[in-house]
């Protein structure tokens, strides 16, 4: 299984994202996917999530700024991120956990997001 995310980079307070992640696994529907960040020194936080039926999850930071976007049919989960704001800097990392069988969970590369003016 591989997590492939793209779509990180610099951008002013108050500007927009859109993270992509790529999922190789299959069947797509058993995994749950999410987004997590990480800053230096300290834990990786959920940023949201989103199950093979489409329940989500969002962190209390979100805030209705984030909304996260999942496509069956290309296996990508988006992220879409607004009004960014400089405590918004991290690491993103993509995650995927399946919930069926043993429960397996992976981690992509992540990706940096940078809001700065």
């Known amino acids: 299984v591989q997590l492939m995310e793209s779509g990180g980079g610099l951008v002013q307070p108050g500007g927009s994202l859109r993270l992509a992640c790529a999922v190789s696994a299959s069947p797509f529907s058993v995994y749950t996917i999410g987004w997590y960040r990480q800053v230096p020194g300290e834990q990786r936080e959920l940023v949201a999530d989103i199950t093979g039926r489409g329940s989500r999850r969002y962190g209390d930071f979100v805030q209705g700024r984030f909304v996260i976007i999942r496509d069956g049919g290309t296996k990508t989960v988006y992220l879409q991120m607004n009004n960014l704001q400089p405590e918004d800097t991290a690491v993103y990392y993509c995650?995927?956990?399946?919930?069926?069988?043993?429960?397996?969970?992976?981690w992509g590369q992540g990706t940096q997001v940078t809001v700065s003016s």
């Open positions: 995650h995927g956990i399946q919930t069926v069988g043993v429960g397996a969970d992976y």
